[in-house]
Every structure is written in structure tokens, then in C-alpha cells.
């Protein structure tokens, strides 16, 4: 589990320092620590070959020159893609990372928020696999999961108990995801609504249930003061200055 600041919410950035580096990458992750951000959230998801990757989108074109679904590619190929020149230039040559380099990279600088990607009602594996890195690198206290896909969830929760969980929703996902039904049966630590779901009255059922509650994806100087004043314990957004410098400010200043 993670620990919580008293007097702020922890500053998530989201893929990274997304609105300043390409997403889901090193360069991102990095950045995100040099400015001062408590933690990042990162995507993953499976290779054709059984493989862990963080990767966003499920279908690869928008940020390297190739296409076709990931889980059709295997790990070596996905490897070889340049995935940093859409952004700029200057990030010519950037791989899609593993899971373990974040780990290693995140040290004790980064709690990591791993969001596992998986729209099927069918399992693909990745839940396992991150269950047994979790158990190999005693990431306990640093990182969690979450997912928009309750079954996800409920298989993490079952095989490991010890892992941190965060259930995700938003106003676009169909109507039997975001009742909540599903997230009185699992129980999750935390749960994470699009911002524009966050009112006080959810915030306050949600601490009185003793969960946590992970706004995403806030980016608007507004909205990150207005998600402070209400208690939320967790903001995830782009732009990581923004975050640090109204986010870091003391709850009750």
C-alpha cells in the first residue's frame, strides 16, 4: 500500500511527463522524477510471445511507424520500434520499455501505478505476469495495479492479496462498468474515476469505505485545485509543472 501525504495529494504523472516527453517511455518516467512528481502511471500490456511491455494503445500507428493489434507482435519486433520521433526529434530511437527498467528506474524515487491493458472479457495473462513480478521484486509498498476491466482485478486480487488495486472507470465506458455493483464486490484499495466524475459526495462515500480515491487524467490548473479542495488523495495528469506547482501546496493553504 502506498503512504499517503497528510496535508496534499500524491502527484501522478500520467504515462509519464506525457505533455513534456513521448508517453510510456523512459525519457517520460524520468522526467516526471526531475520534476518532482511522487509517482507515474504506465500502461501495460502482452506481447504475441507471452511478454510484458508498456504500451498505451492496443493498436500500434499513432506513436511509431508500424500497425496491427500489440498482442499480434512479438516482444523483439515491438523492441525495434522507434516510438519517441512523434514527439520530437530529439527522442529519435526510444524503445517501448519493460516493466522491469521502470522498476529499476522508479528506485525509490517513483511509486509506479501499473494499468493493465485489457477490454476482453477474456483474460490475456498480463495479470498473472505482473503478479509474479510483484512477487519477485517485492513491490509491495511502491506500486499498484488498476484497470478499467474488473475481472483484471478480481484475478490480481485472488492470486495476490498483498497487491494494491485501483478500480478505473469513465463516463464513456458502457453503463454495466460504471455502476457500481462490481466495485462493492471486489473491494478494490482505490478507486480511480475520470475527474469530471469526482464530487465531494463520492469522496466522502469513499474514504467512509476506507478506500482511497486516484482522479485522472487533470490538467487544467482549475480542475487540480478544485480536485485538492474536495480530498481527493491522488491526481494524475500531463503536464507535470502544473501538477507540482498547485498540487504540492499545503491542502489547507
Wanted: charged share 25%; aromatic share 10%.
Amino acid at each position: 500500500m502506498f503512504t499517503y501525504p497528510s496535508s496534499r495529494p500524491l502527484l501522478f504523472a500520467h504515462r509519464g511527463a506525457s505533455a513534456h516527453a513521448p508517453e510510456n517511455t523512459l525519457p517520460a518516467f524520468a522526467l516526471a522524477a526531475e520534476m518532482g512528481a511522487d509517482g507515474v502511471e504506465l500502461d501495460v500490456q502482452i506481447t504475441a510471445d507471452g511478454k510484458l511491455i508498456i504500451r498505451h494503445d492496443r493498436v500500434l500507428g499513432r506513436t511509431e511507424n508500424a500497425d496491427g493489434a500489440v498482442r499480434d507482435w512479438s516482444f523483439e519486433d515491438l523492441r525495434a520500434l522507434d516510438v519517441g520521433s512523434w514527439f520530437d526529434a530529439s527522442f529519435a530511437g526510444t524503445q517501448m520499455p519493460t516493466p522491469e527498467e521502470v522498476v529499476e528506474l522508479a528506485g525509490n524515487r517513483l511509486l509506479l501505478n501499473f494499468d493493465v491493458v485489457n477490454d476482453s472479457p477474456k483474460l490475456d495473462g498480463v495479470e498473472t505476469l505482473m503478479v509474479a513480478l510483484f512477487q519477485r521484486l517485492n513491490l509491495f509498498d511502491r506500486a499498484m495495479i488498476s484497470s478499467f476491466n474488473p475481472r483484471v482485478l478480481w484475478s490480481v486480487r485472488k492470486q495476490e492479496p498483498r497487491i494494491m488495486i485501483g478500480a478505473t472507470w469513465g463516463a464513456f465506458l458502457p453503463w454495466y462498468l460504471r455502476w457500481g455493483w462490481w466495485r462493492r464486490l471486489l473491494r478494490p484499495d482505490a478507486l480511480h474515476p475520470s475527474f469530471d466524475l469526482v464530487t465531494p459526495e463520492l469522496v466522502a462515500r469513499t474514504h467512509a469505505r476506507g478506500q482511497r480515491l486516484h482522479a485522472w487524467t487533470v490538467n487544467e490548473p482549475a480542475d487540480i485545485a478544485r480536485m485538492k479542495a474536495v480530498g481527493v488523495d491522488m491526481i494524475m495528469g500531463d503536464w507535470v509543472d502544473r501538477l507540482v506547482a498547485s498540487g504540492r501546496v499545503d491542502k489547507n493553504a
